[in-house]
């Protein structure tokens, strides 16, 4: 949902252009078509009958800004939704204001670049009216306009423009374009790089763009990967077909509940990353390692922002730089109170200097009068007069002195400014420093989170095996002599595993030095499951010995012809069952 403040400055820009005779005043007849043209560009129905109603009391001759804001926030603004095009809306208003106002001619951008510098000034300008952009706005466009460009930002260049400005601390829109477009900051630019500069400073500020480039993609349904020109906002990632946005191909929708986790190279594909949603997870591979770290902590930064409730970083920034500048002020207004102040002291005092002056120029007249009679007295006066001219001689010194001590303290206070920016900075490093190492160490905490279900598997397999043992145990002294040799073979298992496990747990320590190990351990459990099940199919049956035949006929069973009579079939069907059954609790309690 876009800001009322900055559709209206844009709607002002519009307003202004149609007061011809800079009264602040516009005609019905126009207010009706820039309401009908509004309303049309924002998706409202136009109530033309409405604006009657408003105007009901005042129908003759041109109305006044005031009277037209009340219906333009009642019966446009009020009914606003966020599913129109800002960019539709906002060229509306600049066609119906620029051509008044520039000369495109005599610039070295076009129309369209043009458009794009009025849409920055709008979003860095003052929320005040008429509108203007203050120095250290200007400053904050053209470093990122240099930057853009890959020139080297001239200090000595501003300081000298803003020198020329003969204390002007502000300007226009119109007055921005065209120090763009005179090309003063981008000397032996062309045009081309000069406007791809202002789109690429166009997109971060207007359109929210926080970064893009090319990256793989891997498909949901068909598993390829993909080349796509993806799009960074603060609250989606966008991609394309290509870098033209003409053809996008969907959107990854950010919230508080998204993240963002690195993977290891597989499928042949390396700086794999993977943005977990809550409905889908999305595999992607960037072209290579800083690139893969950047996207990471650009997706990163969006999803923090959106946890914590904040706008976009350039809208955060704009608001930090603008309270800063009203603290400031307040504090220059305190300063030129004080020294107002002092200065009202130190002419209260030089009034009172020349009241004794006057004083002492009439008490020398009379002493001259009287010079026989009182010259004595005359004397006494003087000597008091002049040490109270010395003393507020000592007075007007020490208000100097104080007045010095106050500019000093001034300079002293930008300077500590100065180090609380340099330390805020530090700050957001340190901040982010702290944030990825908590990243990480989250990462080994799954890590051990999974080792240790795997030690306690191995736990519970152990105890298994150990309970199987005791019911072994329990059985007859004759089928315990029968079956030594199997639980002999049972306790060797037993050793084995428990040497097993108490490798699992100096693994278990080793855990973030020896991760790929885990990998071949998995391959060896996975060989073992093999061997098995070779034996369970040797138990079920699937390999038979040749025995001699006997003269009776053959006998034909399950796998094939025998030579053995049915009494030998039977039993040696009643021992198979026996050995299966035995066979099949030896590989469960392993």
Known sequence: MWLREELLKSIWHAFTALDVDQRGKVSKS??????????????????????????????????????????????????????????EFNRMCWTLCYKKNIHTKHLLISDNDAFKVWCIFNFLSEDRYPLVIVMEEIEYFLRKLTEATGTVWSKESFAEYKQRQNSKNFLTAWELIELVGMGYFSKGLNRQILSMGINEVFN??????????????????????????????????????????????????????????SLA????????????CADKSFEISASDKKKKQEW????????????????????????????????????????????????????????????????MEEAAAKAALEEQRRKQTQLDLQDRYRLDLEREKMVRQ??????AQKSSEL???????????????????????????????????????????????????????QQQQQRALSQTEAEKQELMAEQLAKERDLQA??????????????????????????????????????????????????????????????????????????????????????????????
């Open 411 to 465: 300079e002293q206070y930008l300077q500590r400014v100065r180090e609380l920016e340099d330390m805020y900075h530090r700050l957001e490093e340190a901040l982010e420093d702290e944030r990825q190492a908590k990243h990480d160490e989250e990462a080994m905490r799954k890590l051990q989170a999974s080792l240790l279900e795997e030690e306690a598997a191995k736990r519970a397999e152990l105890e298994r095996i």
């Open 265 to 276: 190279d597989k499928e042949g594909k390396k700086c794999l990353f993977i943005i977990k």
């Open 497 to 590: 595993a428990v040497q097993q496990l108490e490798r699992l747990q100096r693994e278990r320590q080793g855990a973030v030095k020896q991760y790929e190990e885990v990998t071949r351990k998995l391959e060896r459990a996975a060989n073992k499951t093999k061997t098995w099940k070779d034996k369970v199919a040797k138990h079920e049956g699937l390999v038979r010995f040749i025995q001699p035949g006997h003269k009776e006929p053959q006998k034909i069973t399950n796998w094939g012809p025998a030579s053995f009579t049915d009494t030998e079939l039977d039993l040696k069907k009643k021992l198979w069952q026996e050995n299966s059954k035995t066979t099949q609790g030896e590989i469960f309690s392993c």
């Open 204 to 261: 971060e500020l207007i359109l929210d763009v926080l970064k893009e480039g090319y990256m793989m993609k891997k498909g949901h349904v068909r598993k390829n990967w993909t080349e796509r020109w993806f799009v960074l906002r603060p609250t989606s990632l966008s991609y394309y077909v290509c870098e033209d946005l003409e053809e996008k191909k969907g959107d990854i929708i950010l919230d508080q509940s998204c993240c963002v986790e």
């Open 30 to 87: 126009q207010l009706k078509v820039l309401s009908h043209n509004l309303c049309t560009v924002m998706k409202i129905p136009h109530d033309p009958v409405a604006l009657e109603e408003h105007f009901k009391d005042n129908d003759e001759g041109p109305l006044s800004n005031q009277g037209y804001m009340p219906y333009l926030n009642r019966f446009i603004l009020d009914k606003v939704c966020g599913d129109f095009d800002i960019m």
């Open 398 to 403: 020490q208000m100097e002195e104080q007045v």
């Open 296 to 359: 990471i902590q650009a997706i990163q930064t969006c999803i923090q922002q959106l946890r914590l409730g904040l706008l976009s970083p350039h809208r955060e920034a704009r608001l930090r730089r603008w309270e800063l500048r009203q603290r400031q002020q307040v504090e220059e207004d305190d300063l030129a109170e004080r020294m107002r102040q002092l200065q009202a002291a130190n002419e209260s005092k030089q009034r009172e200097l020349e009241a004794m002056r006057i004083k």
